[in-house]
């Protein structure tokens, strides 16, 4: 099993990216898949995640209204759109994908994912 995300770099603030995350080896559907963040000195955060069963979505409330997570099922991918970013979005952000679903409010916590990516490198500064 290997979640490999692609797409980070540096941006301006006010600029957009569009993180993938492709997902190899599943021999089942997984239940949840999203993205976290750790920041350097901060704890790691959920920023968005989706149940792939429900459709039901988590956002950080920071990132409400500027980031957008969507799924390609042909293609095993998943998408985080980014806009409007700022320097506080700078971090490294990871995919993670868990085999079940154990309701919305849970989404956003990373003891639920059991698989995780190596991260990309997301740096918003002039």
């Known amino acids: 099993v290997q979640l490999v995300e692609s797409g980070g770099g540096l941006v301006q603030p006010g600029g957009s990216l569009n993180l993938s995350c492709a997902a190899f080896g599943f021999t089942r559907d997984y239940g949840i898949i999203g993205w976290f963040r750790q920041a350097p000195g901060k704890e790691r955060e959920g920023v968005s995640c989706?149940?792939?069963?429900?459709?039901?979505?988590y956002y950080l409330d920071s990132v409400k209204g500027r980031f957008t997570i969507s799924r390609d099922n042909a293609k095993n991918t998943v998408y985080l759109q980014m806009n409007s970013l700022k320097p506080e979005d700078t971090a490294v952000y990871y995919c993670a994908a868990g085999a079940y679903y154990q309701g919305s409010y849970r989404l956003s916590y990373a003891r639920d994912y059991d698989y995780w990516g190596q991260g990309t490198q997301v740096t918003v500064s002039s």
């Open positions: 989706i149940s792939t069963r429900t459709g039901s979505t």
